[in-house]
RNA sequence: GGCCCGUUCGUCUAAGGGCUAGGACACCACCCUUUCACGGUGGUGAUACGGGUUCGAAUCCCGUACGGGCUACCA
């Protein structure tokens, strides 16, 4: 029996979700939830300084929204807590002290002035930027190169200082990527990374070995950009615990904007959504529009992220949360970086809305219709609606150019388009139309249609031309679904008034 | 610069030694529809390059080129 799969999402609460770290998410949950396994979130928030008020908040509500709730986090509890690392503070010391007292790690007194010094001195254009190695910590102060006395002295004073990691020269570390196979790093080329800040609080590299051995991680998956650092994770799980109790290591492939890494520059340049939800920087106030706000369902969101970098091998593109959990399959994740595409999400998204029912998009459409100030009492009305026109709509605020009508006449009519092509035997058709269906009973879209197209054959007028005239006189432009099934859905009396209406409207403009 | 990862239509991808390299998005044309969509049919379009291995390579190996990532007391 092996044991209790244990997967983690470690995000850094310093802005905005974007797609690249949901993709990460999702991938994490269907694999936990594929294996019957438990989805930890864990807040890495050891850098204070780039603490964002709101942000974790913030991260919490978009895994909400797009359905990946994790079992064990900060917000859900659990028998592994502190989930944030800077409550977990004091832990990383005693381990980092182990490292050092082992000679696997050691103390750095060097200032950040120093080191820029010391980057300064040894650059070059064939070293860009010189690393803090093997050959350089001979060169720097710290307990390798400073006599003991000096160093307990220093630390008798609580001098501000570092633990750094001593890489060993000329080893060979490797791993069993679960998407990559076996990736090799030679140490002599690895830099003695910092594990332990002069604040007390530990990187990431310490952090993340630490805290993966204390929850019982037992697959730990990560973008592409950690791969490099790789090695000094490997040293520490080996120092510190021993091999046989590291997790299986994933690395995604990126996703890729126009250019390069995807970001939230992207975005703004290129006119598509990079964060899940809406994010306003606290600070300057200014806000990146999200998924969600573009008129994404979660369902689409998270369908679409998962094929960006997976597929199960078949031509099938559409997948519910189910299904994916369900064909999901780590050995099917691609190792090449994957450009986010927005038409194909925007395809996603209109799939999604065509396949969910008009119950199901009622809330949703309510929602965006309040946004555009637009509150809708006629809830049953709403879902007729949505039904009607749910197949031409690609983002949910699409429903409003598509279906706002109904609720409000419009007050604009584009009388442009249909004066140029006007005659007065349009008019007396339309005048005899509006008389005809005052008269009539049966008010469905098939005997309005039926009235329209007699009563043009009396005229001897073409149906064509007078379709767009009458869409454009109920509905105020050339959009919406099918004429009859608006005027069938708008009611007799409304109906009427709207045509009595934009009819005075066309006479004032002829 | 060094290290690491990668490379099939413009984009997402299928094909894990063997048929005309398949699908989807986008694009184009036609049909349907006398708004716009939906839907339907068809089309343009790819194995980066060079060497091997093999009867046979998109697939395995090497090199080159190109792309990306990392190179902080950030994650």
Redesign the pocket.
């Known amino acids: 029996m092996s044991k209790k799969v244990r997967v983690r999402f470690?995000?850094?609460p310093?802005g905005g979700l974007h797609v690249g770290g949901v993709r990460t998410v999702l991938y994490n949950y269907l694999f936990a939830k594929k294996l019957g396994g438990q989805f930890i979130v864990r807040v890495?928030d050891?850098?204070q300084?780039?603490y964002v008020p709101g942000a974790e908040e913030y991260i919490f509500d978009c895994l909400r929204w797009c359905g990946l709730e994790p079992d064990e986090s900060v917000q859900h509890g659990g028998p592994y807590g502190p989930y944030r690392q800077s409550e977990r503070k004091t832990l990383y010391r005693e381990y980092a002290a182990q490292l050092v007292a082992a000679g696997h790690a050691y103390y750095a007194f060097?200032?950040?002035a120093e080191?820029e010094q010391m980057?300064e001195k040894f650059r070059s254009?064939?070293?860009?930027?010189p690393?803090?190695d093997h050959h350089l910590r001979l060169k720097m102060r710290n307990s390798l190169t400073l006599p003991a006395e000096e160093i307990n002295k220093l630390l008798a004073a609580k001098t501000?200082?570092?633990i750094r990691i001593m890489m060993p020269v000329g080893k060979t570390v490797s791993f069993q990527d679960m998407i990559?196979?076996e990736?090799?790093?030679?140490t002599s080329?690895v830099?003695d990374k910092?594990l332990l800040?002069?604040?007390g609080?530990?990187?990431?590299h310490l952090a993340v070995v630490v805290d993966d051995y204390l929850m019982k991680i037992t697959h730990a998956f990560r973008g592409?950009?950690?791969?490099?650092?790789a090695p000094v994770h490997l040293l520490l799980w080996q120092y510190l615990f021993g091999w046989e109790e590291m997790p299986q290591w994933a690395h995604f492939?990126?996703l890729?904007g126009p250019?390069?890494?995807l970001s939230k520059r992207d975005g703004a340049k290129y006119g598509f959504p990079v964060f899940a939800m809406n994010w306003q920087d606290p600070k300057t106030g200014e806000t990146t529009e999200g998924f969600r706000e573009k008129g994404f369902l979660p369902s689409a969101f998270i369908n679409l992220l998962a094929?960006?970098?997976?597929?199960d091998?078949s031509?099938k593109?559409i997948f519910s949360k189910g299904e994916l959990i369900a064909s999901f399959d780590m050995a099917?994740v691609?190792?090449?970086?994957?450009?986010f595409?927005y038409?194909?999400a925007?395809?996603f998204n209109?799939e999604w809305i065509?396949r969910t029912s008009a119950s199901e998009l009622l809330p949703l459409v309510s929602n965006t219709f309040g946004k555009a100030n637009l509150q809708v009492t006629n809830v049953a009305l709403l879902e007729q609606v949505i039904t009607l026109v749910k197949?031409?709509c690609t983002l949910l605020t699409d429903f409003i150019e598509q279906g706002s009508f109904f609720f409000k006449r419009p007050t604009q009519i584009d009388t442009g388009s249909i004066l140029p092509k006007w005659s007065v035997e349009k008019s007396t058709f339309f005048d005899q139309l509006i008389h005809y269906y005052q008269q009539t009973n049966s008010w469905t879209a098939a005997a309005l249609e039926k009235i329209c197209?007699e009563l043009?054959q009396t005229h001897q007028l073409?149906?064509?031309e007078l379709?767009?005239p009458l869409?454009i006189m109920l509905v105020g432009g050339?959009?919406?679904?099918?004429?009859f099934d608006i005027a069938c859905l708008l009611g007799k009396d409304e109906t009427l008034e709207r045509l009595a209406q934009a009819k005075r409207l066309i006479l004032q403009g002829v």
């Open positions: 470690a995000p850094s310093t890495e050891t850098d300084s780039r060097d200032t950040t080191l980057r254009t064939e070293n860009p930027s690393q803090y501000p200082h570092v990559r196979g990736v090799c790093f030679d080329l830099d910092v800040k002069a604040d609080m530990p990187t990431y592409e950009e950690w791969l490099p650092s492939p990126l890729l250019s390069g890494k094929l960006l970098g997976w597929n091998g031509e593109e099917r691609h190792s090449s970086g994957a450009k595409d038409e194909k925007k395809w209109h065509k197949d031409r197209k043009a073409k149906t064509g379709l767009l869409r050339k959009f919406g679904p099918g004429v």
